[in-house]
């Protein structure tokens, strides 16, 4: 099983910019790692994806400001969110595909707010 511990979460002013990182341990065999949101009353949706020969995928609402990067030495995922807007405000999960199983991590909140 594949742990996954998020961190860099935060409240930011819009325009500002935040930068996540993800850690996962628990197996050398991860595929791909992401990260996704959750806002209040919405589902939880994709905002990039990376696999581990670095094909990327982002939503359509974050191309632009977000980027999506992995070290795969160290398992770890960041995501650098720049130009943030209210509507990114969201808790933000890590994502790890490893062996057909899907793991998540706890969640980290993000709060774009004057």
């Known amino acids: 099983q594949v742990q996954l511990v998020e961190s860099g979460g935060g409240l930011v002013q819009p325009g500002g910019s935040l930068r996540l990182s993800c850690a996962a341990s628990g197996s050398n065999s991860i595929y791909a790692m992401g990260w996704y949101r959750q806002a209040p009353g919405k589902q939880r949706e994709l905002v990039a994806t990376i696999t581990t020969t670095s094909v990327i995928n982002y939503i359509d609402s974050v191309k632009g400001r977000f980027t999506i990067s992995r070290d795969n030495a160290k398992n770890t995922v960041y995501l650098q969110m720049n130009n943030l807007k209210p509507e990114d405000t969201a808790v933000y999960y890590c994502?790890?595909?490893?062996?057909?199983?899907?793991?998540w991590g706890q969640g980290t909140q993000v709060t774009v707010s004057l």
């Open positions: 994502n790890a595909i490893s062996r057909g199983m899907i793991n």
